[in-house]
């Protein structure tokens, strides 16, 4: 930790990195006392123009991910939309001594939360409602509503505007695409995907892809 408060590595420099970086500054004009000094970007390839709209927020890019692992060990964050690659990445930081830091926009909307996993991204506009559990490196995009008493496990992502109605299970790895709805008391399998716009009135096998309204497997759609 340095003399100005946490310091943190955001991994990836796309779309939701920088989200990530908003959600930071944000975060550090509403809770001075909690300060997160961004120490700057990682990113193995990243692109002209991702570099440019970093550099135009005042950031810097780091280099490539091996080399930033050679580094003092500090504080993370996965700001990588991929459930799966999220993971993969979380397993290299861990075991080089990193630790994953949360953070949560202060225009989110938080009941009373029984926990917050470590890494955690939580942007503005996000309702999580009463009882709730988040796993690790949960992502929660923009707007999106997470009702009672569900249950997120590590490394899923919620896109923006999705509802995930009360008494629900995510499990590991699985995403949730912008505008779905997923009803109450229903499960959505590990590393599944549910479409954008879905609306999901069943549960969701493992590894699944289901689109439309009622949400189907994809392969349904396909050979029709």
């Given at each position: 930790?340095?003399?100005?408060?946490?310091?943190?590595?955001?991994?990836?420099?796309?779309?939701?990195?920088?989200?990530?970086?908003?959600?930071?500054?944000?975060?550090?004009?509403?809770?001075?006392?909690?300060?997160?000094?961004?120490?700057?970007?990682?990113?193995?390839?990243?692109?002209?123009?991702?570099?440019?709209?970093?550099?135009?927020?005042?950031?810097?890019?780091?280099?490539?991910?091996?080399?930033?692992?050679?580094?003092?060990?500090?504080?993370?964050?996965?700001?990588?939309?991929?459930?799966?690659?999220?993971?993969?990445?979380?397993?290299?930081?861990?075991?080089?001594?990193?630790?994953?830091?949360t953070v949560v926009h202060p225009a989110?909307?938080?009941?009373?939360?029984?926990?917050?996993?470590?890494?955690?991204?939580?942007?503005?506009?996000?309702?999580?409602?009463?009882?709730?559990?988040?796993?690790?490196?949960?992502?929660?995009?923009?707007?999106?509503?997470?009702?009672?008493?569900?249950?997120?496990?590590?490394?899923?992502?919620?896109?923006?505007?999705?509802?995930?109605?009360?008494?629900?299970?995510?499990?590991?790895?699985?995403?949730?695409?912008?505008?779905?709805?997923?009803?109450?008391?229903?499960?959505?399998?590990?590393?599944?995907?549910?479409?954008?716009?879905?609306?999901?009135?069943?549960?969701?096998?493992?590894?699944?892809?289901?689109?439309?309204?009622?949400a189907r497997p994809m392969r349904t759609?396909?050979?029709?």
């Amino acid at each position: 930790m340095s003399s100005g408060g946490i310091e943190v590595v955001v991994v990836g420099a796309g779309g939701f990195g920088r989200e990530t970086l908003d959600v930071i500054a944000s975060h550090n004009r509403a809770r001075p006392e909690e300060h997160i000094v961004v120490r700057g970007v990682v990113d193995d390839e990243p692109s002209s123009l991702n570099l440019e709209r970093l550099g135009a927020l005042g950031h810097r890019w780091l280099g490539p991910l091996d080399d930033q692992l050679l580094a003092d060990p500090g504080h993370f964050i996965l700001a990588v939309g991929n459930p799966a690659v999220r993971a993969a990445l979380d397993s290299r930081f861990v075991a080089a001594g990193w630790s994953a830091q949360t953070v949560v926009h202060p225009a989110a909307v938080l009941g009373t939360v029984r926990e917050i996993g470590a890494g955690s991204v939580i942007c503005a506009g996000v309702q999580l409602s009463t009882n709730t559990v988040l796993g690790r490196h949960v992502h929660l995009n923009p707007s999106a509503v997470i009702g009672h008493d569900s249950e997120l496990s590590d490394f899923v992502s919620v896109n923006p505007g999705a509802i995930v109605s009360g008494e629900v299970r995510v499990l590991e790895r699985a995403l949730i695409g912008a505008g779905a709805v997923i009803r109450q008391g229903l499960t959505v399998g590990a590393s599944a995907t549910v479409g954008a716009s879905a609306c999901v009135t069943r549960d969701v096998p493992a590894g699944e892809v289901v689109i439309g309204v009622p949400a189907r497997p994809m392969r349904t759609f396909d050979v029709e």
